[in-house]
Every structure is written in structure tokens, then in C-alpha cells.
């Protein structure tokens, strides 16, 4: 019994520590927001929302762990293509994670033939593709796209407005 209240509170422990909503995959906590917006709303919708940013997914594990999630909740996500926090907006063609590290990426899940940056150029954002079973494709940023949002398990807790000042 004693094991048992212990191992109950160690997932309360746990499931707190990602906000009401987000689930939890390694480092991190994630959204999947079934709305659709651009993708320059859909960043600040993360961070303005949940202090979070449009998902930068690093891993093959991490990619897994988000096209698993989708293909488990079908019945909200299904034909609904998703926006990722990735851009090539700096016009030299590196794609970049733009919305928090600003780094290059490194994993790279792209369906054959994409990034294709067609619609004369136009495509410079990256979104998981539900016609390419969610392999990853550029698509128009102004699209409406349901997204993904990301932030750190267990972040450091800021200190209390007006404590310790
Ligand atoms: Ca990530
Ligand atoms: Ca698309
Ligand atoms: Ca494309």
C-alpha cells in the first residue's frame, strides 16, 4: 500500500512538473494545438500562451515520439498538417530552428523531394505533412496550420514578483 501511495505521487510528482495540457517526452513538455494560423501566430500563440515556442525536434526520438502522438489521436490531428519551429527566412537556404535556438538542423526527417521551396520561393517553413504521412515539408508561412508547442521539463522556477528584492 505503502508502494503504492509512493509510486502514485512520484507520477502526480512527475505530471507536474509539464503545464495542464502539455505531455511529457524526454527534456521537454509539449502542446498539440488544434488550431489553425500562420506560422508567425502560431509562435507567438506558444509563447505568449505557455512561455513556450513552436517545437524544434532534434532526434530521431523525438520526431517519433510527435508523429506517434498524432497517429494516436487521429480523431482531432488526422489531415491536419502541423507547423514545427523551423524556417529558412534568411534567404541563404540554410534551415534553421528560428523560433528559439537559432540553430541549423541537424536531424532532418524531409519527404523525398522536399524542401522544393515552390510557389516561387515562397515556401520557408516547415511543417509535419499529413499527405506525406508527416514527413516533414516547406509550405507557405502564411498557411493555416495546426502546431506544435515546446518548452523544458521541470524549467528553473523564477523567483516571485517583489520576493527577494
Ligand atoms: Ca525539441
Ligand atoms: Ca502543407
Ligand atoms: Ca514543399
Known sequence: MLRLLAFLLAVYTVGALCPFGFTHYGESCYAFIAEEMGWDKAEDFCLRKYGAHLAEVKTAGENKFIVDFLNNNTHT?????????????????????????????????WSPGQPDGSFQGLERCLELESSYNLKWNDDDCSDHNMFICERPFNPPIPPLPGVGR
Not at 488526422?78 to 529558412?88: A, F, K, P, R
Open 77 to 109: 490531428f488526422y489531415g491536419y498538417d502541423m507547423w514545427l519551429g523551423g524556417t529558412d527566412n534568411t534567404f541563404d537556404n540554410s534551415w534553421r530552428w528560428a523560433a528559439l535556438s537559432n540553430t541549423t538542423l541537424t536531424f532532418t526527417d
